[in-house]
């Protein structure tokens, strides 16, 4: 069977799919295509339906045209299937509605009747600001029921207060339970595997620890600078933008005990421990191991680009971070004594996106002392671009002449060589399937997102009492130089230096 034939004994029940900001950029570009996706695999329940919500003057033939534009543009011609997207955008029906006026919501809940025995999903692809508006209007238009559930986009806030304030007003409507907070990373094919590496293989579970782990590098690096959205992103820098949400979220899944089973809040209890004891940030901590950056004018792919400051738009006088690199630890008993060093920026050298375990070396050394800084073995989970797992050990270089010589080499499983006839499914596809089938184990509960707030709001307080501003680095670095000293001050080195 072909896969848009294939029976969706894996998929979903049948939906109403209510997606506010349809028309924009997260939408258009992976919402849509990995609703196409799901539909593609056979995961779309043949009687689920997808209302697209938005300011603009269009109709359904309307929306139509442009969800299949916006296909034709973000999905693979060989994965373009014209009778899947046929079937695909007969599923789909447009409303104009202004958000904020409550009025217009009445059309929302006539869409519904049809409908009614379907649980209704509410994919909020706007701004935050306006979640508990939006969520409000549909509970006072009878649009709502105890089956209904709501997806929404991180950042949630500015900071905690923010962030309970918008809590406060979705969950006036919708229990914890029937609320869905996104982290795409979450939903990367490597980051689940994370969990089955770690709890499933014995040779890692022993070994995660303290005892033999000697400490652990997260980099999220972006290529791009801020891409036209100066308004949004100085109000937020990078600490906010990332650090609180991507890199803590990666924390959580590396450093968290075995929980008791795979349901959603076992998962979620875990990952709250840690987040409660990453190392509170003091005064000595500031100086020595936090480096905040931003970038300048420099090149990039071999083109010029403009500094942050240059940028359209730009207040020749923020102090607003593009790059931050923190160096903390978990306190407790497993990880006592173990540093993090995360590290993420933009205008980086590359795209990237990678954990790296390295593991202590053994505590008798025989080999040649001049590769003694070879002796420790290295796992590298990449999540971006090519998603695999590589474990760096030591054999023997081959060669007569070579003696007892050590080479590095990975055992390496790269997802798309190992899988070849397997497409890799986008993170949105999975986050998307779970909430259909009403399963949160891949989604941020509020005490989550709280005690990450606090965290980096200390930060951000103490950065603000310091009132200096960020370190320069050239577009096209790795970021500062104090970044460099930050992590070779132990002795140790980020992983591109190996």
Known sequence: MT???????????????????????????????????????????????????????????????????????????????????????????????????????????????????????????????????????????GSLDEQSRVVVEKPIGFDLDSSAEINDAIGDVFPESRVYRIDHYLGKETVQNLIALRFANPLFGTQWNQNHISHVEITVAEKVGIEGRWGYFDEAGQLRDMVQNHLLQLVCLIAMDPPANLDADAIRDEKVKVLKALTPFSDDMLGRDVVRGQYMAGTHDGQAVPGYLEEEGANADSHTETFVAIKTGVANWRWAGVPFYLRTGKRMPEKLSQIIIHFRQQPHYIFDPDQRGLAANKLVIRLQPEEGIALEVLTKDSGLDKGMRLRRGPLHLDFGSAFPKTRIPDAYERLLLEVMKGQQYLFVRRDEVEHAWQWCDSLVAAWADRDEPPRRYPAGSWGPVASIAMITQDGRSWYEDY
């Open 3 to 141: 896969p848009r034939n294939r029976p969706a004994e894996t998929g979903s029940s049948a939906i109403d799919l209510a997606l506010f900001g349809a028309l924009g950029d997260l939408a258009q570009r992976k919402l849509l295509p990995a609703l196409y996706h799901l539909d593609r695999e056979g995961l779309l329940d043949e009687n689920t339906r997808l209302l697209g919500l938005a300011r603009h003057d269009l109709d359904r033939e309307g929306f139509r045209q442009r969800v299949e534009a916006s296909l034709e543009d973000h999905v693979k011609a060989a994965e373009l299937d014209r009778e899947v997207l046929t079937r695909f955008l007969q599923r789909l029906d447009f409303l104009s509605l202004e958000f904020l006026e409550s009025e217009g919501y009445g059309a929302v809940r006539e869409w519904r009747e049809p409908g009614r025995e379907r649980p209704l999903v509410v994919y909020l692809s706007v701004g935050a600001k306006i979640y508990g508006d939006i969520c409000r209007h549909l509970k006072a238009s």
